[in-house]
């Protein structure tokens, strides 16, 4: 079965058929629980293009990302409350179902999934954590790169408050009263957990930039101010790496442009423009 997966995958992928391709790398998350690996497949197999991106952006992949993001955060702060799900072999919350969450968009998530539902029936079944044979590694430590695709869904959906903050749901045992709305973050919890990656940092400067341009930005200057303290660190985290001037250079002058046509950001913009021109004629 897992096989069939990756070869289905494949095809999706010379095909070009990106809806496809999402649903070949769901299944792969789904059966490799806890694994970073499948991430990074779906991200490789969408890496461009404007289909890609609306295969990226779509409701399903949000939602099953948001479920695995629950998970891993439970793996790491409770993981007493895990049980294994024999029939799935992944580990399943016993609180599943008690609890609602909301997506980028910030509506309610109204349907939990099949595989949710499936651990949820089965996970009943299941024995103490140390006691299973073949099961996966439960993480002892918060894992970036779900929050950050996250994150990057956001930005792609043109949601960047949603991509710096996310408001998440909290249901009383009746499932009918809310109790609270508890903030949390998708990229600044990225970032605490993993603060020295350069990419972390270009999506936080990104989301920034990209809320303060916004109609409904409540305080411009500081995101502006905010985004290029994250570029900046971006820079300095890049700059020890070989072949990566360019690419700074160029996002430098790509914010500067995205700023807008004042002539204090029209001279960075040509400056970063130009480096770029010139460090790119120097590699050919």
């Given at each position: ?128 954590l140390q006691e299973i044979v073949g099961a996966p590694k439960i993480p002892a430590k918060h894992n970036p790169i779900i929050v950050t695709i996250y994150g990057q869904i956001c930005i792609a959906a043109r949601s960047y408050q949603s991509a710096i903050c996310m408001f998440s749901s909290v249901y009383s045992t009746s499932k009918l009263t809310l109790c609270a709305f508890l903030m949390t973050v998708y990229l600044l919890h990225a970032y605490d ?92």
């Amino acid at each position: 079965m897992l096989w069939t997966s990756r070869w289905f995958l494949a095809c999706a992928i010379h095909a070009e058929r990106h809806t496809a391709i999402v649903e070949h790398a769901r299944k792969l998350i789904t059966t490799h629980q806890f694994n970073n690996e499948p991430f990074r497949i779906l991200l490789a197999s969408l890496s461009s293009g404007l289909r890609a991106t609306d295969a990226f952006i779509t409701s399903t992949l949000q939602k099953h990302l948001f479920r695995e993001i629950k998970m891993a955060d439970a793996a790491v702060k409770d993981p007493g409350s895990l049980k294994w799900n024999p029939i799935n072999k992944r580990y399943a919350s016993a609180l599943q179902g008690k609890t609602s969450g909301m997506g980028a968009g910030g509506g309610e998530e109204e349907d939990a999934g099949e595989d949710d539902v499936d651990d949820a029936a089965a996970c009943a079944g299941g024995g103490e954590l140390q006691e299973i044979v073949g099961a996966p590694k439960i993480p002892a430590k918060h894992n970036p790169i779900i929050v950050t695709i996250y994150g990057q869904i956001c930005i792609a959906a043109r949601s960047y408050q949603s991509a710096i903050c996310m408001f998440s749901s909290v249901y009383s045992t009746s499932k009918l009263t809310l109790c609270a709305f508890l903030m949390t973050v998708y990229l600044l919890h990225a970032y605490d957990y993993c603060p020295d990656d350069p990419m972390i940092c270009l999506c936080l400067a990104v989301a920034s930039i990209g809320r303060a341009m916004q109609r409904q930005s409540d305080n411009r200057h500081h995101l502006v101010t905010q985004g290029m303290a994250f570029l900046s660190k971006y820079r300095e985290l890049r700059k020890e790496e070989e072949n990566a001037i360019g690419e700074v250079e160029f996002n430098f002058g790509r914010t500067f442009h995205q700023l807008g046509k004042q002539r204090k950001y029209n001279v960075f913009k040509v400056i970063h423009c130009h480096r770029t021109l010139f460090l790119r004629r120097k590699t050919l």
